[in-house]
């Protein structure tokens, strides 16, 4: 276990220790594996290293572990007598009293006991690699909590996902996945010099393309657990390599950060080749 000696107050995160008791408490009673994701999970993750959080967040999102609707409707009701208001997405609770959206993302056997039923509520909702992921999380101790978090690596296929099912909604995921590229040589510096150091080129020094082809090599353990994880994350980043004009990641990271498109391809063809090598 990593432990993170650091309060809820560097997250940075309005409400987040509030919310987060409250979450924590209910999956307790219900005794429900959760896990903490999105851009909340990045910032606790990163923080570990003293990096801290660079920018805010007024959603935090969970993903579950159930095996019924019944299960997770249970949950629900739990949710909604501590304040947790529903809204119109069926995973997504409004909590007034501190003005943040809660995702609680249904996963595991839920998908295959109650299929039908799962697909007809949840047909917005896509799980697609959670379960790869979320097999081996980081376990992270912030004051007295103990809280589970997908891997660094892992954060950028599900975000990917996530990104790809919605992009008109979720741009948020192409700069959150360029904060961990940008900050994952200094994370990770020990492990990338003694057991990646064949990424470092004989020319030209960049940390940003040794840590994306890095993070490739970690997430490509994770598309090798399932073939249509893979043929989504392939496919995602085939299609903004073969026009690299018109990738919509690049001109989004290039804009960002206000490089040349060129630059930013070069990070997301690093990051394809520790995928495919």
Do not use: C
Request: charged share 30%; hydrophobic share 40%.
């Amino acid at each position: 276990m990593n432990s993170l000696n650091q309060t809820y107050k560097e997250l940075s995160i309005p409400y987040f220790k509030e919310v987060f008791e409250i979450i924590d408490k209910i999956m307790l009673k219900h005794k429900i594996p959760y896990y903490l994701i999105g851009a909340s999970a990045v910032s606790l993750e990163l923080l570990k290293k003293g990096i801290k959080p660079s920018r805010g967040t007024k959603d935090i999102d969970f993903a579950i572990m159930v095996s019924s609707l019944n299960e997770y409707d249970a949950l629900s009701q739990s949710l909604i007598e501590r304040g947790f208001n529903k809204v119109k997405a069926p995973w997504t609770f409004y909590v007034e009293k501190f003005n943040i959206a809660v995702d609680i993302l249904p996963f595991g056997e839920i998908e295959e006991h109650d299929t039908e039923q799962f697909n007809k509520r949840y047909s917005d909702l896509h799980v697609l690699g959670f379960k790869e992921v979320l097999e081996t999380p980081e376990k992270v101790q912030i004051e007295e909590k103990i809280v589970n978090i997908p891997p660094l690596a892992g954060m950028i296929i599900l975000k990917l996902v996530a990104w790809s099912d919605r992009p008109e909604e979720r741009d948020s995921d192409l700069k959150d996945i360029l904060i961990i590229i940008e900050n994952y040589f200094n994370y990770n510096f020990d492990e990338i010099v003694e057991s990646h150091n064949d990424t470092f080129p004989e020319e030209e020094f960049d940390q940003l393309l040794i840590a994306a082809e890095v993070l490739g090599r970690k997430s490509k353990v994770y598309l090798n657990k399932s073939a249509p994880l893979s043929n989504r994350i392939t496919s995602i980043l085939g299609n903004n390599l073969s026009r690299e004009r018109e990738s919509v990641i690049a001109k989004e990271w290039a804009a960002i950060r206000n490089w040349e498109i060129e630059y930013a391809i070069k990070i997301l063809k690093a990051f394809y080749k520790g995928i495919i090598n």
